[in-house]
């Protein structure tokens, strides 16, 4: 099979993108780099002499964490390597894109929760669950998209849509993920963060998910959660529901409104699922 091949590869640019970051005088806080050079090797150590452990290619994308004199440090199959600095370009968030394809022949159900009457949470400013949710979920969807899943989304306007409708949508496609977007809300406006639900048989994909959101959005990380939610409990396939920040958190609410968000966001969704399914 195609992907077989390729399986190598594929874990190389997930332990890359997935790397954590930790901040140092010199590498910029979420500043990833692409290599510029054909091929380039990767050292166990800052030195022209150190053991080569692995190979980089023109494109590759990596995260650093660490500088010494024209060496940089990364992660690599889960350990701290070096490579010359000289031969990678730092690129823009915007230009990160994700391998394309990975998500082919799976069928994500991505499930936009309240709309219609059902306004959802009410947050600062008379912002609504619903509607936030929504411009989120078509931002994931397209996501999704573009690395090869067929998407399902179980409303695509203001509609309501009961909760047994959106099981059911998810158990007639036999989904391979259902997932349900939400925000949160809380009397306590100082209250913020990122949470994933799960009930059963989305355990996996629920930490997958939700270690993907914290790597990427700059919330705090509230875990993973079981609950027993209709839409995670009658569903036949692995079924989480996220929550994405608080909208009764000003500062909060602010970030969850940015197209920059959204993007990590369905970035993230994206990421956790490859990990989820090549794992
Ligand atoms: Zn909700």
Redesign the pocket.
């Known amino acids: 099979m195609y992907y077989i091949k390729h399986i190598s590869l594929l874990v190389t640019c997930l332990l890359f993108l997935t790397v954590t970051l930790a901040t140092t005088a010199h590498a910029k806080e979420d500043q990833i780099y692409k290599v510029n050079a054909d091929w380039l090797n990767i050292r166990n150590a800052p030195s022209e002499q150190a053991e080569i452990v692995g190979k980089l290619k023109r494109g590759n994308q990596v995260k650093i964490f660490g500088e010494n004199s024209g060496w940089v440090q990364t992660y690599y199959n889960g350990n701290a390597v070096w490579v010359a600095s000289k031969h990678l370009e730092p690129i823009q968030e915007k230009e990160v894109f994700l391998p394309d394809g990975l998500l082919a022949g799976y069928t994500i159900v991505i499930d936009p929760?309240?709309g219609g009457k059902d306004p959802?949470?009410i947050g600062h400013n008379g912002v609504l669950?619903k509607d936030l949710?929504l411009v989120t979920s078509l931002k994931i969807a397209e996501q999704l998209t573009k690395s090869g899943a067929a998407v399902i989304l179980t409303r695509a306007d203001d509609s309501f849509v009961p909760l047994k409708d959106r099981v059911l949508i998810s158990n007639k496609a036999e989904t391979d993920a259902f997932i349900s977007i939400?925000?949160n809300a809380f009397s306590e406006e100082y209250v913020g963060g990122i949470n994933t639900y799960y009930y059963q048989s989305g355990q996996r994909l629920a930490k997958h998910i939700q270690h993907a959101l914290s790597q990427e959005v700059p919330l705090r990380n509230r875990g993973v959660i079981q609950t027993n939610y209709r839409v995670l409990r009658d569903n036949k396939s692995p079924a989480i529901l996220v929550e994405l920040g608080f909208i009764t958190n000003t500062t909060e609410l602010a970030t969850l409104q940015t197209e920059s968000y959204q993007e990590k966001v369905a970035r993230a969704i994206t990421m956790g699922l490859i990990e989820y399914f090549w794992e």
Do not use: K, P, V
Request: hydrophobic share 40%; no cysteine; charged share 10%.
């Open positions: 929760g309240h959802g949470a669950e949710i939400h925000f």
